[in-house]
């Protein structure tokens, strides 16, 4: 925990944590934080519902989650296409059923529909870990109150300006503003 | 906690129109009515939840040893049994080789519809009154397909060779037949498995989170293990939002193949009695009915027994699904009357025996049955707002639905198959050991059920708190309405 506070302060700067009990205090603070120079990579907001970008007045956030569905379902359809077209030739004996052709039509759309569907969703899935970095037991700045319905913004500014920053943040209504602590989740 | 306070912090609305004193009452009854009117603290909430977990009675443990007993002794027991002495055990014999475990099989994958078309149809659709009880019936989802999984693997008979069913290389040049619409069902059923868990465990993590920082001891590694490290940041929820949303839309399609290629399992055969065009969309209606009545039972043992769900599950949900199952129940009445209209009129020699057979047969007494459960009770009972809105009376509709579709699916299969275009092998089903696993499988799905509910937050408490965010009353003229505003 130390480490990780230490490492800011040798370099000059500090994490500060300021806890909101609502969304409206919040997005004035972190619209206040821009006019004092703290620029939206340095801040990162916390919240126990999906606050959107919008209402905070924050940046939209990138995600790779409907790409790598995207990516998956490709992946999963061509598993299929293999599956259904390709293997049966791998056999000396394709299997013949009644009049059906060795590949036919109708029997082929179900398994190429499962299979890209089970691709696309798998990696929706995987999806939301890559881009999350989950698993992830390291230390990380947080705090419980976010749990209970606070919204928490933390933001890296000057060692020097901290006193500055504390009062702004607790007259724009924040319950509490500290030094942000990293602890094991 | 005693229990939730009614009176406790309702901001929102009373900052709406503090002064007219008519529109007071109003918020009242709408408070008392609506769970998305009556917002508390989230901290209280969480609270709440926390506690319905950890709070277990005796009558608890004594239920949940019975039903231990039960599936030790029946499922686990009996299927080791059936395993060593072979299928011979069972009642399967000439004409009717499919028996029990198929209609469990049918059953469960009904069961396992209802969390899915509540959890991601009414996502789709916004429907709010979904909010606090998607993760009850996504559970039975997960639940009833391990019984349907259980069930297929029991009708194997030597279940240990089950993975011949998968397509893999092997020196004895077999495939799966991917012409069968068997394997489609492998297919179908792994991947509604597989969407259907992931569906229920992403929107779990911020509740997982949730438990993390409010327990303590043994619970503490198991939600930290669970959550993954989810910490509520913008890009952590962004990612969530985006999978949930491709989730919603795309298990629907697979939700509507399983029970369809379920139906194919039968109508591919020309068969009389099977072969009907009309199966899919039947049998996906029938998996609807037994699943809406399963879900409502859960929604009422759930409020009746666990401490502090009175106030998450209130009568306006009963009312809500109470329709669904209404309208459900409408739609399988046509399907069926569909179905064997077209059959009847069809005039085939043999079709009209089978369908005598149902009628008037020995086992005539289960198509009466099937119909006065599953289509005049819930006709009788649930056009009225107040029947439907009390959670006993809606409890006692679902069971009675359920009793109804299984007796669907017992006529559909071991009934249709005791005759033939071969008199000399008629013969009638009684199962032998197939019921002693049947209940084993219900028992584990309540059990799975149980000890879940000791271990999962069952309430969404994070969902509940966007809706009750999204939510308020305006005033139109003299009247009050609710208000719903799009938040994402």
């Known amino acids: 925990m130390a480490d990780n506070i230490s490492r800011r302060e040798r370099s000059g700067q500090v994490s500060l944590l300021a806890v909101f009990p609502d969304l409206e205090p919040a997005a004035d603070a972190i619209d206040h934080l821009r006019t004092l120079g703290i620029s939206d990579d340095q801040m990162n907001v916390i919240s126990g519902i999906p606050v959107t970008e919008a209402m905070l007045g924050r940046p939209n956030q990138w995600t790779n989650v409907p790409r790598l569905a995207g990516g998956g379902a490709v992946l999963g359809f061509l598993g299929a296409v293999f599956l259904m077209y390709g293997v049966p030739y791998l056999y000396p004996y394709p299997i013949q059923v009644s009049t059906q052709a060795v590949i036919p039509g109708p029997p082929t759309v179900v398994v190429l529909f499962e299979i890209t569907m089970l691709g696309m969703l798998l990696s929706t899935f995987l999806g939301v870990f890559l881009d999350s970095y989950f698993p992830n037991y390291r230390p990380m700045e947080y705090v419980k109150e976010v749990s209970d319905g606070k919204i928490a913004v933390f933001f890296i500014c000057p060692e020097e300006s901290r006193e500055k920053f504390t009062k702004a943040m607790t007259a724009l209504g924040a319950e509490k503003v500290e030094v942000a602590e990293v602890e094991h989740l | 906690m005693a229990g939730y306070n009614n009176n406790a912090v309702h901001k929102k609305v009373e900052s709406a129109h503090p002064k007219a004193e008519s529109h007071h009452h109003d918020e009242e009854h709408f408070r008392e009515k609506h769970l998305m009117l009556d917002p508390l603290p989230r901290g209280q909430m969480n609270d709440m939840v926390m506690e319905s977990m950890t709070t277990t009675s005796w009558k608890f443990w004594a239920v949940f040893g019975l039903l231990s007993v039960i599936v030790a002794v029946c499922l686990f027991y009996v299927w080791g049994y059936m395993i060593s002495e072979g299928l011979g055990v069972t009642g399967k014999n000439r004409p009717s080789y499919w028996g029990l475990f198929l209609v469990n099989t049918v059953f469960w994958i009904g069961i396992s519809h209802a969390g899915t078309f509540i959890s991601a149809i009414l996502r789709v659709f916004k429907a709010e009154f979904r909010r606090p009880f998607t993760r009850a019936a996504e559970l039975m989802t997960t639940f009833g397909l391990v019984q349907a999984g259980f069930s297929v693997f029991m009708h194997l008979g030597r279940v240990w060779l089950f993975y011949w069913l998968l397509p893999y290389p092997n020196q004895r040049m077999l495939w799966p037949n991917l012409h069968s619409p068997l394997s489609w069902d492998l297919l179908a059923i792994t991947t509604y ?145 569909n179905d064997y209209m077209v059959q009847w009129y069809g005039g085939d020699k043999w079709t009209k025996q089978l369908l005598h057979f149902h009628e008037a047969g020995p086992m005539g007494w289960m198509w009466f049955a099937m119909l006065i459960a599953n289509i005049a009770i819930p006709w009788a009972v649930l056009w009225n707002p107040k029947w439907r809105s009390t959670p006993w009376i809606v409890f006692v509709v679902g069971l009675i639905i359920n009793f109804g579709m299984y007796l669907e699916r017992y006529i559909i299969v071991p009934v249709s198959l005791s005759i033939n275009r071969m008199p000399f092998t008629w013969r009638l089903y009684y199962p032998r050991v197939e019921v002693l696993l049947g209940i084993g499988t219900l028992a584990f799905f309540i059990w799975l059920y149980m000890a879940a509910s000791r271990l999962i937050p069952l309430i969404p408490v994070w969902e509940v708190e966007e809706g009750q965010m999204a939510h308020e009353l305006k005033k139109f003229g003299r009247e009050t309405v609710v208000s719903v505003s799009e938040l994402e």
Request: no cysteine; glycine share 8%.
């Open chain 2, 193 to 337: 498995l597989l969407s259907s868990t992931m569906y229920l465990f992403l929107p779990l993590i911020p509740d997982l989170a949730m438990a993390r920082d409010k327990s303590t001891g043994w619970r503490k590694t198991f939600y930290k293990t669970l959550a993954l490290g989810f910490r509520g940041t913008e890009g952590e929820w962004t990612h969530l939002r985006n999978a949930m949303n491709i989730f919603a839309f795309a298990i629907i399609p697979v939700m509507f193949s399983v029970h369809t290629i379920v139906s194919w399992d039968f109508a591919a055969a020309t068969r009389p009695g099977w072969n009907s065009t009309i199966f899919g969309p039947y049998f996906v209606v029938g998996a609807l009915h037994s699943g809406m009545g399963a879900v409502v039972m859960v929604l009422a043992v759930v409020r009746g027994t666990m401490k502090n769900m009175k106030y998450f599950i209130r009568p306006e949900h009963f009312d809500a699904i109470g329709k669904l199952m209404l309208i459900i129940s409408m739609a399988w009445a046509y399907f069926f009357f």
